[in-house]
């Protein structure tokens, strides 16, 4: 019972516990907001375990649904700030999460908010981590934001659509090899730590979903001198990933296809490579070597 109560101290993590909670309130999750509750314990000990929290720690969470994580993470570490967008889904978590006083609850955009801020309001804690079952709606753009956030965190761990997991831990080649993997393999190590199915989530989601862990680095993987340059860069080529690298380069940022041979063979890369084969070394070469000529 002890352990039930740190893991799920709402106890929520039932689709029955869940259902009475959304009648109640009048509550229809939104399928557009892409709003599931998690009602499985064992995958929120999965998701706890990933973010390894130290009782001095403090967690920022995006999305706080019903708060079966926040009062999970509450009582793990020091402070928990945790914004929500859905305005009457913050005020039943808000009620519900009352007892905790070291849960700091927000209504809030977390694509527009101001984070730092936020967490600036709680100078007791040193270390934050980021510790959040992302909305599958706006995944991909809170991942970017975080990315361009990660200097006010040790660490991440989100629980995404497991495509999307693919996609941050995807090599050169593959399939999820994208602007995404580059974001985020640059600033981060990644590592999918558990997949959950459907059933651990309620309303049930149409895909599966992966935890995933990001350690992040004091300074980016490769040395890269303009970053918005670059970013546009791998843009081009990831755009149109299957396009040979020229192509895609001369199509998307206009320079002229001779030049670009020019450049690419410089750098030591074959003009008829497919972008999605490029590694983060390549990339970050070729942003350079355009800066140059450009």
């Known amino acids: ?3 039930t109560l740190t893991v799920d101290p709402l106890r929520l993590c039932s689709v029955k516990a869940v259902r009475r909670l ?3 309130h009048r509550l229809r999750p939104s399928k557009a907001m892409g709003q599931s509750f998690v009602v499985n314990r064992f995958a929120l000990v999965k998701i706890l375990e990933a973010a390894a ?9 995006i999305g706080t ?3 079966t994580l926040t009062a999970a993470l509450a009582t793990r570490c020091r402070q928990v700030v945790t914004l929500e967008k859905d305005r009457r889904l913050f005020a039943t978590a808000r009620s519900l999460l009352v007892s905790f006083a070291n849960v700091a609850p927000h209504h809030a955009d977390g694509l527009k908010a101001d984070w730092s801020s936020l967490l600036l309001r709680h ?3 040193r270390r934050w981590k980021f510790v959040s079952n992302l909305p599958y709606a706006v995944s991909k753009p809170l991942l970017m934001r975080l990315m361009d956030e990660r200097k006010l965190f040790s660490d ?3 629980t995404v659509q497991r495509e999307v997991a693919q996609r941050m831990a995807a090599q050169p080649g593959a399939e999820g090899y994208s602007i995404l993997t580059v974001a985020v393999q640059l600033y981060a190590d990644v590592e999918v730590a558990a997949t959950l199915p459907p059933k651990d989530f309620y309303p049930e989601p149409e895909v599966w979903s992966s935890v995933v862990k990001m350690r992040f680095l004091q300074k980016p993987r490769v040395a890269v001198s303009d970053e ?3 970013f546009r860069v791998a843009e081009a080529v990831l755009m149109q990933r299957r396009k040979m690298v020229v192509n895609a380069l001369s199509n998307r940022l206009g320079i002229p296809k001779e030049k670009t041979q020019v450049v690419l063979r410089g750098c030591g890369i074959d003009p008829k490579r497919r972008g999605e084969t490029l590694t983060l070394e390549e990339l970050a070469g070729l942003a350079a070597a355009l800066t140059t000529r450009l």
């Open 1 to 3: 019972m002890a352990e």
């Open 22 to 24: 959304l009648k109640e």
């Open 53 to 61: 929290l130290q009782p001095d720690d403090g967690a920022l969470e």
């Open 65 to 67: 649904g019903l708060g």
């Open 123 to 125: 100078p007791e804690v």
């Open 156 to 158: 991440a761990t989100v």
């Open 228 to 230: 918005r340059f670059f």
